[in-house]
């Protein structure tokens, strides 16, 4: 990936509602979710749909997409902690990341929209199937629930300092979707597919409005005879002796 951008797109049709806050790539090796979400501002720019409120789409690590690696000096989801933020300290490439991120948040404040929502776009190592990760806190649980994956819950008590844990904090609602194995075809489908019905529900977008009925949106919502709901509670860890 070159000359990426850190602002994938902006989108709205002028009318008041909700933020959708969308960031793909905060590991460098999970392009998928910035695939995804350039298609999707392609579609939006063609169309032109209504939709209340605004969606954003923005990339994470920028520079480690570039280079096609997980991270530069630490991992940019292990950055987040009050600590880190409090002390403003932009001591390694990632944390350097991390505030640019925070700047283009602080311009979409809370009282601008109706409500804030987040989504965060990765990708695992093994193949798997989809599954949004959620930490239980704000209304993130029962948002979570209108999507048709597989939902685990507990992931958020094992690590410190992830992006979502942020966004939950300053009030957002959202959680962390895992589209597929890094480098599969279908998580850029199941990535583009979770984009398209956080729009519809964040943000009313009606999908049989747009010339063609997105077909990403159909893949995972064919999944739904399936949703089940897991929740983490040991993880032993393995350490190397
Ligand atoms: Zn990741």
Partial sequence: MKNIERII?????????????????????????????????????????????????VVGNKEALKRQVRFIDEDLNRTWTAENIASAAKDSKEKKEM??????????????????????????????????????????????????????????????????????????????????QHDSPESIEHHEGIIWLALQHACGLNLDALKNYPEAAVTLENKRKNQKTFEIDYRHEIKKK
């Fill in 9 to 57: 797109g902006t989108y709205d049709s002028g009318n008041k509602g909700a933020l959708l806050f969308i960031t793909a790539g905060i590991h460098g090796n999970e392009p998928s979710g910035v695939y995804a979400l350039q298609r999707v501002f392609e579609i939006l720019e063609a169309e032109k749909p209504t939709i209340q409120g605004k969606v954003m789409g």
């Fill in 99 to 180: 505030f640019e991120i925070i700047d283009i948040l602080n311009e979409y404040p809370k009282n601008a929209f109706t409500k804030r929502y987040f989504l965060d776009c990765h990708t695992t190592s093994a193949a798997s199937e989809p599954y949004i990760s959620v930490q239980n806190v704000n209304d993130n649980d029962t948002w979570a629930h209108k999507f048709p994956t597989y939902i685990i819950r507990g992931f958020s008590d094992i690590v410190e300092g992830c992006i979502d844990h942020y966004k939950s904090r300053i009030g957002m609602t959202g959680f962390v979707f895992e589209g597929g």
